[in-house]
C-alpha cells in the first residue's frame, strides 16, 4: 500500500523557518511525480511545489513561495522534503505532500491529477 507520511510542522514566529518532511512507503519517485500543497483555514487547498515529472524535474513552486521554499527529495530515505524559510502568518496551513503515479504532468498545480496524500501536517506561523 503507498503511504505518504508528513512530519515537521509546528509553531514558528514570523521569519523563522521550518522543514518539513514526506517519508513514502510503496513507491519510489522515479514513478511517481511528486507535490507538496497546503490549505489555510476557510480557503481552498493550493499547490505549493510540485514537480511535473518523474526524475524530480521542471520543479516549480507557487508566486507567495518563490525564493523562500526548497523543494527537494533525498533518494535513499525515499523522503520528500519542503525548507520553508522567511515564514510569514500567510503561510499559516496544512501542509500535505501528494504523489501522483505517471511520468510526467502537464500541469503538476492540478490536484486531480494527484492519486495519493498524506494526512497533512499543520505549520502555524505568528
Known amino acids: 500500500d503507498v503511504q505518504l507520511v508528513e512530519s515537521g510542522g509546528g509553531s514558528v514566529a514570523a521569519g523563522g523557518s521550518l522543514t518539513l518532511s514526506c517519508g513514502m512507503s510503496?513507491?519510489?519517485?522515479?514513478?511517481?511525480?511528486m507535490g507538496w500543497f497546503r490549505q489555510a483555514p476557510g480557503k481552498e487547498r493550493e499547490a505549493v511545489a510540485t514537480?511535473?515529472?518523474?526524475?524530480?524535474?521542471?520543479?516549480k513552486y507557487a508566486d507567495s513561495v518563490k525564493g523562500r521554499f526548497a523543494f527537494s527529495k533525498d533518494t535513499a530515505a525515499n523522503t520528500l522534503h519542503l525548507q520553508m524559510n522567511s515564514l510569514t502568518p500567510e503561510d499559516t496551513a496544512m501542509y500535505y505532500c501528494?504523489?501522483?503515479?505517471?511520468?510526467?504532468?502537464?500541469?503538476?498545480?492540478?490536484?486531480?491529477?494527484?492519486?495519493?496524500w498524506g494526512q497533512g501536517t499543520q505549520v502555524t506561523v505568528s
Open positions: 501528494a504523489a501522483a503515479y505517471a511520468a510526467s504532468l502537464d500541469d503538476g498545480f492540478q490536484q486531480v491529477e494527484y492519486n495519493f
Open positions: 510503496g513507491i519510489t519517485t522515479k514513478s511517481y511525480c
Open positions: 514537480s511535473d515529472n518523474a526524475d524530480f524535474g521542471n520543479t
